[in-house]
């Protein structure tokens, strides 16, 4: 299932970590301290439970969110990179 991975960690140290954690689950970066990726039910909770250890008692916020398909395929994204040209086809 697509899951939605978001967290909000002061520590950079602990942050760094918990971003290797997410990438070794096989999970995308999407931006700084966001994950999106498939995971089953299993791995959503071993997950979190890594998280958690490695957050320990420090501040941060971490939530996990699934995504169904339908729910997937009606996202609405935008996405570019730098200050690329604009190009245009004429007909």
Known sequence: ???LLLYDIPDDKIRGK???FCLDYGLDRIQYSAFMGDLS????EEL????????GKAAGKID???V????WRGRISIEQEGDASV???AA
Do not use: G, V, W, Y
């Open 41 to 44: 039910s299993n791995h959503q």
């Open 64 to 66: 996990l969110f699934p």
């Open 48 to 55: 979190m439970l890594k998280l958690a250890r490695r957050l």
């Open 68 to 71: 169904c398909k339908e729910d």
């Open 18 to 20: 918990i971003a290797t």
């Open 87 to 89: 190009t245009e086809n």
């Open 1 to 3: 299932m697509k899951c």
